[in-house]
């Protein structure tokens, strides 16, 4: 079997050399001396000159360690050519330099590339020891199985890459066989020590209290604890240590800390004279203290760093509690607003209910006195001399349509034409007679039957009004009795342009001077809180007249999209949202308008898109300079969540 273990051959082991003559030829030569045993030491002016020789020997190599030496240049520069290369970019690296200081290998340094400096002169074998070690290392990181790794040790049989001291050996050993190693030296000066059994709930040492013993922990647990000013802090017990009370030797014999059994103990006590004897009597004594000082030292370091980690983690996770929190109170917050906008619209349906309900009789007594007004005086003019005409005058004044003022200007110059006095034929259209005969047989009679015409038709156009007027406010009532109903469940067989109509008609007063277009489209009634949907016409309506600031021109355009589906878009041709500020029109308190934007109380579009969300709907809204477009979709089935209840 080969030295790998395995049927092929197995790769060269090289310890390369790079370094100018005549320096490197002394390297060479110590590390043959060293290494002979089991690497091909290779010498090499340059990292070109060593791959040549290389690529050369026709056989496959394992370059365990790099020897470089400061007369080649910067060494951050050799270390980056070092790491071009796969079959060098894990050696272990020595640098051999005859210079007091270096500024050129701080890249190095941070890329843990190097392993060992040697100073010129240096002690024969000093470099060949530290080559094999490192190569002991190398071997046993990157190829643990290989065979030649045993032949890498010293001559007593040791592993090289174990330290040599005592101390050293001491920190890489188990905390018990530290601790007993400490106890048997101890022992061999003072001799046997007496075992102290030890309860739960014992102070091995006390709070900023003098010290003049230490404890060796054989069996059991020691928590260290110190009270601040924030309360009692209590230490991690791995960070103890065996030996209690060696560090207070450091705080002028004040304990630091109070030292408490946790488990049942057994400890050894030693005085500070008992302590000082062992050390200085019997040398591997000060080994073991300084071993276990140094590792208590590391561990509580470790607890510290963990400690500090943890409280990192603990204030960022404060930090997104507290996020978190604050994002819950602007949530709570905006609630609170939509309950108020709420209550606003709650308070205001039941005004509206209350004086719709307190306007109904007066309308209806308007209503019928317009009614018996016009046939009361139909029933009295029968009897008057000039009855036909006159009735005939106030029937056609109460039952004429609208006209154009086109259409009007048309017949009064058919008049003028007919009577050849500007004046009379104003008078005759004021009348409402508009036919050029009629008219000039009314002219040939006495100034009495014209004005009598005029009162009649006054008479007429007087009652016309009153019942205009009364049926207005009739559909004005009637609309608010529909935007003031309860939406406690939604109801069937709503009609989306009803609601419309009756919203239309409430807003009236804010889309004066607006050009309103409306372009229906045949619907299937909804399933639907109806209140709600008119506070969501209201809104986006009331939003689009803002925008457009008295002038300009509003659509309301429907469509059924599918059998499931109907939509509402409500067009307005004002200056359009700011792209930058569109996806964050629907957030409660913040408004646009007229091209500005405002914080207040800004609550329409948030609810608006709330309602339509609580409906299982969608709301678009698409703006540019000249068309703003909100486009909601309502299912036809209603609100998913009250389906089926």
């Given at each position: 079997?080969?030295?790998?273990?395995?049927?092929?051959?197995?790769?060269?082991?090289?310890?390369?050399?790079?370094?100018?003559?005549?320096?490197?030829?002394?390297?060479?030569?110590?590390?043959?001396?060293?290494?002979?045993?089991?690497?091909?030491?290779?010498?090499?002016?340059?990292?070109?000159?060593?791959?040549?020789?290389?690529?050369?020997?026709?056989?496959?190599?394992?370059?365990?360690?790099?020897?470089?030496?400061?007369?080649?240049?910067?060494?951050?520069?050799?270390?980056?050519?070092?790491?071009?290369?796969?079959?060098?970019?894990?050696?272990?690296?020595?640098?051999?330099?005859?210079?007091?200081?270096?500024?050129?290998?701080?890249?190095?340094?941070?890329?843990?590339?190097?392993?060992?400096?040697?100073?010129?002169?240096?002690?024969?074998?000093?470099?060949?020891?530290?080559?094999?070690?490192?190569?002991?290392?190398?071997?046993?990181?990157?190829?643990?199985?290989?065979?030649?790794?045993?032949?890498?040790?010293?001559?007593?049989?040791?592993?090289?890459?174990?330290?040599?001291?005592?101390?050293?050996?001491?920190?890489?050993?188990?905390?018990?066989?530290?601790?007993?190693?400490?106890?048997?030296?101890?022992?061999?000066?003072?001799?046997?020590?007496?075992?102290?059994?030890?309860?739960?709930?014992?102070?091995?040492?006390?709070?900023?209290?003098?010290?003049?013993?230490?404890?060796?922990?054989?069996?059991?647990?020691?928590?260290?604890?110190?009270?601040?000013?924030?309360?009692?802090?209590?230490?991690?017990?791995?960070?103890?240590?065996?030996?209690?009370?060696?560090?207070?030797?450091?705080?002028?014999?004040?304990?630091?800390?109070?030292?408490?059994?946790?488990?049942?103990?057994?400890?050894?006590?030693?005085?500070?004279?008992?302590?000082?004897?062992?050390?200085?009597?019997?040398?591997?004594?000060?080994?073991?203290?300084?071993?276990?000082?140094?590792?208590?030292?590391?561990?509580?370091?470790?607890?510290?760093?963990?400690?500090?980690?943890?409280?990192?983690?603990?204030?960022?996770?404060?930090?997104?509690?507290?996020?978190?929190?604050?994002?819950?109170?602007?949530?709570?917050?905006?609630?609170?607003?939509?309950?108020?906008?709420?209550?606003?619209?709650?308070?205001?349906?039941?005004?509206?209910?209350?004086?719709?309900?307190?306007?109904?009789?007066?309308?209806?007594?308007?209503?019928?006195?317009?009614?018996?007004?016009?046939?009361?005086?139909?029933?009295?003019?029968?009897?008057?001399?000039?009855?036909?005409?006159?009735?005939?005058?106030?029937?056609?004044?109460?039952?004429?349509?609208?006209?154009?003022?086109?259409?009007?200007?048309?017949?009064?110059?058919?008049?003028?034409?007919?009577?050849?006095?500007?004046?009379?034929?104003?008078?005759?259209?004021?009348?409402?007679?508009?036919?050029?005969?009629?008219?000039?047989?009314?002219?040939?009679?006495d100034e009495s039957t014209l004005v009598l015409v005029e009162a009649a038709a006054g008479i007429g156009a007087s009652v016309h009004n009153l019942d205009v007027a009364s049926a207005r406010i009739g559909e004005l009532v009637a609309s608010l009795k529909a935007y003031a109903r309860p939406d406690l469940r939604p109801t069937e067989g709503v009609d989306v342009h009803q609601g419309i109509e009756d919203t239309i008609r409430l807003t009236a007063h804010r889309l004066r001077g607006i050009?309103?277009?409306?372009?229906?489209?045949?619907?299937?009634?909804?399933?639907?809180?109806?209140?709600?949907?008119?506070?969501?016409?209201?809104?986006?309506?009331?939003?689009?007249?803002?925008?457009?600031?008295?002038?300009?021109?509003?659509?309301?355009?429907?469509?059924?999209?599918?059998?499931?589906?109907?939509?509402?878009?409500?067009?307005?041709?004002?200056?359009?949202?700011?792209?930058?500020?569109?996806?964050?029109?629907?957030?409660?308190?913040?408004?646009?308008?007229?091209?500005?934007?405002?914080?207040?109380?800004?609550?329409?579009?948030?609810?608006?898109?709330?309602?339509?969300?609580?409906?299982?709907?969608?709301?678009?809204?698409?703006?540019?300079?000249?068309?703003?477009?909100?486009?909601?979709?309502?299912?036809i089935a209603g609100p998913p969540d009250d389906r089926g209840s």
């Amino acid at each position: 079997m080969n030295a790998s273990g395995s049927g092929r051959e197995p790769a060269t082991l090289v310890a390369l050399v790079i370094a100018p003559a005549p320096l490197g030829s002394a390297i060479a030569e110590e590390l043959r001396d060293g290494l002979q045993d089991v690497a091909w030491i290779v010498a090499a002016g340059s990292v070109a000159e060593a791959r040549e020789v290389l690529a050369g020997a026709g056989r496959e190599s394992w370059i365990g360690v790099v020897v470089l030496t400061s007369g080649l240049g910067p060494i951050d520069a050799l270390v980056d050519e070092l790491e071009t290369d796969p079959g060098l970019r894990s050696a272990a690296t020595l640098l051999v330099t005859d210079r007091r200081v270096h500024d050129d290998l701080a890249h190095a340094i941070d890329r843990d590339r190097l392993d060992a400096i040697i100073a010129v002169p240096w002690t024969a074998g000093t470099l060949a020891t530290h080559a094999r070690s490192h190569l002991a290392r190398w071997m046993h990181e990157q190829h643990p199985d290989d065979l030649r790794s045993r032949a890498l040790v010293t001559h007593g049989g040791r592993p090289l890459q174990r330290p040599h001291s005592e101390l050293l050996r001491g920190l890489e050993l188990d905390p018990t066989e530290v601790t007993s190693r400490l106890l048997e030296a101890i022992e061999r000066v003072l001799g046997p020590r007496p075992r102290l059994r030890l309860p739960v709930g014992v102070r091995l040492t006390h709070q900023d209290v003098g010290v003049d013993a230490v404890l060796v922990v054989l069996q059991g647990r020691v928590a260290l604890s110190r009270t601040t000013e924030v309360g009692e802090v209590l230490l991690h017990h791995d960070s103890t240590g065996p030996v209690i009370g060696l560090l207070a030797l450091a705080q002028q014999r004040r304990a630091f800390f109070t030292a408490r059994t946790t488990t049942e103990t057994e400890v050894v006590h030693l005085s500070l004279e008992q302590l000082d004897r062992a050390v200085s009597t019997e040398p591997a004594v000060g080994d073991a203290l300084t071993a276990v000082a140094i590792r208590a030292l590391a561990e509580r370091l470790r607890r510290s760093e963990q400690l500090q980690v943890e409280r990192i983690r603990l204030n960022r996770d404060l930090e997104d509690e507290r996020q978190r929190l604050a994002t819950a109170l602007h949530q709570l917050e905006q609630a609170r607003l939509e309950l108020v906008e709420q209550a606003r619209f709650a308070t205001l349906g039941e005004l509206a209910a209350g004086i719709a309900h307190e306007l109904n009789n007066p309308i209806a007594a308007l209503r019928r006195a317009a009614s018996y007004v016009g046939d009361d005086l139909s029933t009295i003019l029968t009897s008057h001399p000039q009855g036909e005409l006159v009735t005939r005058a106030m029937a056609a004044a109460r039952d004429r349509a609208p006209s154009s003022t086109a259409d009007d200007r048309a017949k009064r110059r058919a008049l003028i034409d007919a009577l050849g006095d500007r004046a009379l034929a104003t008078r005759m259209a004021a009348a409402g007679i508009d036919d050029p005969a009629e008219a000039a047989a009314l002219a040939a009679q006495d100034e009495s039957t014209l004005v009598l015409v005029e009162a009649a038709a006054g008479i007429g156009a007087s009652v016309h009004n009153l019942d205009v007027a009364s049926a207005r406010i009739g559909e004005l009532v009637a609309s608010l009795k529909a935007y003031a109903r309860p939406d406690l469940r939604p109801t069937e067989g709503v009609d989306v342009h009803q609601g419309i109509e009756d919203t239309i008609r409430l807003t009236a007063h804010r889309l004066r001077g607006i050009e309103l277009v409306r372009r229906f489209g045949k619907l299937t009634p909804v399933r639907a809180r109806a209140g709600q949907l008119d506070q969501l016409w209201t809104n986006l309506l009331v939003n689009a007249a803002e925008e457009l600031d008295g002038s300009g021109r509003i659509e309301v355009v429907t469509d059924q999209l599918d059998e499931d589906h109907v939509r509402v878009r409500i067009i307005d041709d004002g200056p359009g949202i700011d792209p930058e500020v569109l996806p964050r029109v629907f957030e409660p308190r913040f408004t646009t308008k007229h091209g500005t934007v405002r914080y207040g109380l800004g609550l329409g579009l948030a609810i608006t898109r709330r309602i339509v969300e609580q409906h299982g709907g969608t709301i678009e809204l698409q703006s540019e300079p000249g068309r703003t477009v909100a486009s909601v979709v309502l299912p036809i089935a209603g609100p998913p969540d009250d389906r089926g209840s």
